[in-house]
């Protein structure tokens, strides 16, 4: 089928409750309205109000449901309707679900999901534009993938529904209706912790994720004479460092992209891991394409926060002329 990401996430969200009746779905207006994006839409209607269910708006209350529910055999996924809202739930992710395994030595395991739109681009309001991967994926015992294609955002999710441990899914919003591609029909799984190659090329290393991907190829796609090679990372934990390794040192140069703020941003683990095992490879300092050390602008201000191509163009050529 030809689909959107938001296609391809309710795609996968029928699959797999159909394959396995202990899955089960909720969060603010999932059920009546299938979500703010409707990315839950049907499937109240079809597997009905047991499985799919409107919660009260409590970030904390539905992520630790969501604890609960996976420590007793269910797979829950859980929806916050925007990542901004996500930090009161901070306490459940650290807390219990990152650690459960841990902390029972096994005897407990949280394989469950919380999905939720992050980034900005489209003109919303205060803490609905955020970018806080960085500090998710500092969590040892949470999985955090970010897909940017509706191909990878299907099989990623499915994935990450059958996964044992607990997966911070978020979804690039930006890109959820802007781009379509070819998408299996039935079940299929993309796997966490691998990063893709979207392009080949030997003349530098570009990396990033989620919707700043779409600039970091349009920007490569203008620059003439130049053989990039672009990296799509799709999981921040586990972080596949060697596949980026392995391009920097047939590249010698590398710009990470991402528009989350540049300090403390999970650009800076990639630049770090290369520094630490590729650094004899380099010929140009690793450079960075980033928003800003503030908070996402409000409304139209946000185009001189997002890392646009033009942006990531130039990273590129000054990395190119070192």
Known sequence: MNATIIEA???ALHEEMTTDEKTVVFGQDVAESGGVFRATEGLLEEFGAERV????LSEIAIVGAAVGLATHGYRPI??????????PAFDQLVTNASRIRWRTRGELTAPMVVR????????????HSESLEGAYGHIPGLKLAIPSTPHDAKGML?????????VLFMEPKHVYRSIREDVPEGSYTEPLGEAAVREEGEDVTVVSWGAMMHNTLEAVDNLEG???????????SPFDKETILESV??????????????????GAEVIATINDEALMYLEAPVNRVTGFDVPVPLLSMEDYYIPHPPKIAAAIEETLEH
Do not use: M
């Not at 269910?53 to 009260?56: E, I, M, Q, S």
């Not at 939720?116 to 803490?127: K, S």
């Not at 040192?249 to 540049?262: D, I, L, S, Y």
């Open 53 to 56: 269910l409107d919660t009260p």
């Open 226 to 236: 130049v053989d990039a090679e672009v990296i799509d990372l799709r999981t921040i």
């Open 249 to 266: 040192e047939k590249t010698g140069r590398c710009v990470v992209v991402h528009e989350a703020a540049k300090t403390g941003g999970f």
């Open 9 to 11: 996430i309710n795609d």
């Open 158 to 166: 499915i994935s990450a529904i059958r996964d044992p441990d607990p």
């Open 116 to 127: 939720t739109p992050y980034g900005a681009g489209v003109r919303a309001l205060e803490h």
């Open 78 to 87: 859980a929806e916050i309707q925007f990542s901004g809202f996500l930090p």
